[in-house]
């Protein structure tokens, strides 16, 4: 790479942090594609995105005036298909959660479903595959669901991970990722004796295998 392809790189891979402030989520296809959602100063939710590696970048309004500050996570399955959960703020144990989709690379987005009633707890994560599953984690102290899991056939259900810990109060979903071997699965058990982070890895992404904790 030449000095003067990687200042314009560096240059605006400052200005997208600048924009996004730190409510932001990432998520790159290789080394062209890079997609980052945003919360702006005025309320709306933003991905800014580059085709090219960061020659150029595009910037897409996903929706007007969001309720509240709240968070976003963005997740491309392929270069065409990609989905932004927005979160508000939490109050009184609600949350908004509302999906988008994108089937045109990025240029526009449109509502695909309401999950505020299917998501118990806050989302702190989200994963979409080629395939078109879906995977979210969260976290609430109190609720047993911290990772839920959408196929193709729609709807989300919680899924079952054992935790080889005793005394075990609640676990919190922390990420979830998609490596070239396997899919790999962040959760933070809490105990009488603190928090332990515990890792999972799957082949299929139904059956979990408990790495390291």
């Not at 200042?7 to 400052?14: G, N």
């Not at 997609?35 to 005025?42: E, G, K, L, N, T």
């Not at 392929?78 to 703020?89: F, K, Q």
């Not at 988008?100 to 990025?106: I, N, V």
Request: glycine share 12%; with cysteine.
């Amino acid at each position: 790479m030449n000095i003067a392809k990687e200042l314009l790189l560096i240059v605006a891979f400052i200005k997208m942090i600048a924009m996004s402030g730190e409510n932001g989520d990432v998520c790159s296809l290789g080394e062209q594609y890079t997609y980052r959602a945003f919360i702006s100063d005025d309320q709306c939710v933003h991905m800014m995105y580059t085709t090219d590696g960061g020659m150029s970048w595009n910037d897409t309004t996903v929706t007007d005036m969001v309720s509240e500050s709240g968070s976003v996570f963005v997740s491309f399955a392929d270069e065409e298909t990609g989905y932004i959960l927005y979160c508000s703020d939490p109050g009184a144990g609600q949350m908004e959660k509302i999906l988008y989709m994108t089937q045109d690379g990025g240029r526009t987005f449109s509502v695909k479903e309401d999950l505020s009633a299917a998501l118990a707890g806050y989302p702190t994560d989200m994963l979409y595959t080629s395939e078109g599953t879906g995977y979210i984690t969260t976290t609430y102290h109190g609720t047993d669901e911290f990772f839920y899991r959408c196929g193709e056939e729609g709807g989300w259900d919680a899924v079952g991970v054992e935790i080889p810990l005793a005394g075990c109060s609640y676990v919190n979903g922390v990420g979830i990722e998609r490596t070239d071997q396997c899919y790999v699965l962040r959760l933070e058990a809490v105990t009488l004796d603190g928090r332990v982070s515990c890792t999972y890895t799957s082949l299929n992404g139904l059956d979990w295998t408990f790495a390291a904790g």
